[in-house]
């Protein structure tokens, strides 16, 4: 089962997605996000 997403998972949420920014071309982003850049993303994640 998966879980909604809460405010703790931010932090795991950003490193994982400022990986594929820094490593690879499968993003529009060129810089690393920070964790309230992520939250104001719709992703539902509230900071």
Known sequence: M???VIPADA???VTIY???VLNTC???KEQE???EQM???NT???A
Do not use: D, S
Request: charged share 10%; net charge positive; hydrophobic share 45%.
């Open 39 to 41: 939250a104001g993303n």
């Open 26 to 28: 499968v993003t529009f």
């Open 2 to 4: 998966i879980r909604q």
């Open 44 to 46: 539902g994640l509230q």
């Open 11 to 13: 932090a795991a949420i």
């Open 18 to 20: 400022n990986h594929y």
């Open 33 to 35: 996000v920070t964790k």
